[in-house]
């Protein structure tokens, strides 16, 4: 019952916050001191667990008002406020929260500082105090509900077992207990939101399982970029060898996504070489113009040495990603994001260095002429024997300078959009629905493409240079320059517009054969 259960509330929330999350009208007198023992409702939005229900107020899961609550959360910052300058520094953090009971390491109170710290001065003041325990609270709450399996406002140890298997991590139903017992109050072995929340409040917590899982920003989607960050496996999923068929799905994926976009594609690859001021090739006319050369089948030019890269590309990327981890040596099943940003370039790199020649022949299969060549390796053979072995690296620069832009502001992108829905619609869950992760990921791509793009386009460029007869041989600085003083900064994003065309129907495409292909394979789903 809420009555028996406030004198067990940790002081630190006691007080701030109603202890049904409704505006306390009735309440006694005396009762809204910070030290009355009252366990809090949700600083942020509404009551979880055994806040709600028959013992629970009678707005249910309502604010508090305003400045009630205003009051409350003020008397608990005066309190933390050991030298009364108003504003909270570690050390103030330290001493405050020990007279309080709790007892926080360093890392601990320099973590808090650090994520409520809006203005960067290294301390909180009132405003950004309270936005921290409002953020934090959210975040505590979805939690909650994702290890509530049962839905009956209380976590258990089976509960705990079952939670953080799913995320890859075992551990015994004992090693759950002792987990309950640091938390557990009343000595029930059981936590409900009330005691979860009093514990976590003002204790820095990472890697939330359920954000983590339903957010991992998977790479499975094709836009027909290699520039992407690998995706995440759990332990699980590598010890079972969930993880191979992963790939294997999210490979065919791309194959068949490939091939479907791939006319789009080698417009795009026309449009990058040929277009200029004096030959403005427009979407129509380039499809014209390919269908009037070569027929209906040279639309597809160039695609099947792009479907043939995926396979080695993956596979090494993969690789190089997961032993990049282990040199980084984090400890942690999920990298942070300066983390996954640099292993994730670094694996790209290197997957990229491994099959670069492969890139060049896609383009030279691109922009090649009815009869210039009988396939792959006829085009291989003819680039070895004219240009020798350095031709196939043509390029090679600007493809590497682009993995920087388009893999950091692709996480950064979506990092921001999956903040900004968390903040806004997450209430009961943190799961943003199919959609919702498709719309994120294509945004985040496609920001990531259009900051690369210039790189991309002096890229093919060079490595088109000897399949246009008599082209000089150029530098990625001097095609730079020679860009922009004869068609201005608009020449460097010649083709932009089939690439952007083709991103919406390459992640559907891809969605629907990854997701069959894994029904196929036996793959769980996350």
Not at 15 to 35: D, H, Q, W, Y
Not at 96 to 106: F, M, Q
Request: aromatic share 6%; proline share 4%.
């Amino acid at each position: 019952m809420p009555g028996a259960r406030r004198s067990l509330a940790s002081p630190v929330v006691s007080g701030v916050l109603c202890p049904c999350g409704s505006p306390r009208a009735a309440a006694a007198p005396g009762t809204a001191s910070v030290t009355d023992g009252a366990a809090g409702g949700a600083a942020g939005g509404g009551g979880g667990g055994s806040g709600a229900g028959p013992g629970a107020g009678p707005c249910g899961r309502a604010l508090c008002e305003a400045s009630e609550q205003e009051r409350r959360l003020r008397a608990l910052f005066q309190k933390l406020d050991v030298n009364r300058d108003g504003a909270l520094c570690i050390h103030d953090l330290a001493v405050g929260l020990g007279r309080l009971g709790l007892h926080r390491t360093e890392l601990d109170l320099l973590k808090i500082v650090k994520a409520g710290d809006k203005d960067l001065d290294g301390q909180l003041d009132f405003e950004e105090f309270v936005h921290y325990l409002q953020d934090h609270e959210k975040k505590l709450r979805l939690v909650f509900k994702s290890l509530d399996k049962k839905n009956d406002g209380r976590i258990d140890a089976q509960e705990i077992v079952q939670s953080l298997r799913d995320l890859g991590v075992k551990i015994s139903e004992q090693q759950a207990e002792k987990i309950l017992k640091s938390m557990d109050k009343n000595g029930t072995m059981t936590i409900d939101w009330n005691e979860w929340r009093d514990y976590h409040l003002l204790h820095p917590v990472e890697n939330i399982p359920e954000i983590i899982l339903y957010w991992k920003h998977s790479t499975i989607f094709d836009v027909g970029e290699n520039l992407t960050v690998p995706d995440e496996f759990t332990v699980e999923e590598r010890q079972t060898g969930m993880w191979w068929r992963h790939l294997v799905a999210g490979g065919g994926a791309g194959a068949v996504s490939r091939t479907c976009t791939a006319p789009l594609d080698r417009l795009k690859v026309l449009m990058q070489v040929h277009a200029s001021r004096s030959n403005n090739m427009c979407i129509i006319g380039g499809f014209t113009q390919m269908i009037r050369e070569g027929g209906p089948r040279s639309l597809w030019r160039g695609n099947g040495i792009n479907v043939l890269k995926i396979a080695p590309e993956s596979a090494i990327k993969f690789m190089a990603y997961e032993q990049i981890k282990r040199f980084i040596g984090t400890d942690q099943e999920m990298l942070r994001i300066h983390e996954r940003l640099l292993a994730g370039s670094l694996a790209g790199a290197i997957a990229q260095s491994s099959i670069y020649p492969m890139e060049v022949l896609k383009t030279r299969m691109a922009l090649r002429k009815t009869g210039q060549y009988s396939g792959m390796l006829d085009c291989a053979k003819n680039i070895l024997s004219k240009e020798g072995m350095a031709a196939f690296y043509k390029g090679y620069i600007p493809n590497m300078l682009g993995i920087i832009p388009y893999a950091g502001i692709d996480l950064a992108v979506y990092e921001t959009l999956k903040n900004a829905w968390l903040q806004r619609y997450a209430v009961n869950s943190a799961d943003p629905g199919v959609f919702v992760l498709l719309a994120c990921g294509t945004i985040s791509s496609t920001c990531g493409q259009l900051a690369s793009y210039p790189l991309a386009l002096v890229r093919t460029r060079m490595q088109a240079q000897a399949s246009v007869e008599g082209a000089p041989e150029v530098t990625m600085r001097g095609l730079f320059k020679h860009i922009l003083k004869t068609e201005g900064a608009f020449g460097l994003y010649r083709g932009l517009a089939p690439n952007f065309m083709k991103v919406i129907p390459a992640v559907s495409i891809s969605y629907v054969v990854y997701e069959n292909l894994k029904m196929t394979l036996g793959v769980q789903s996350r």
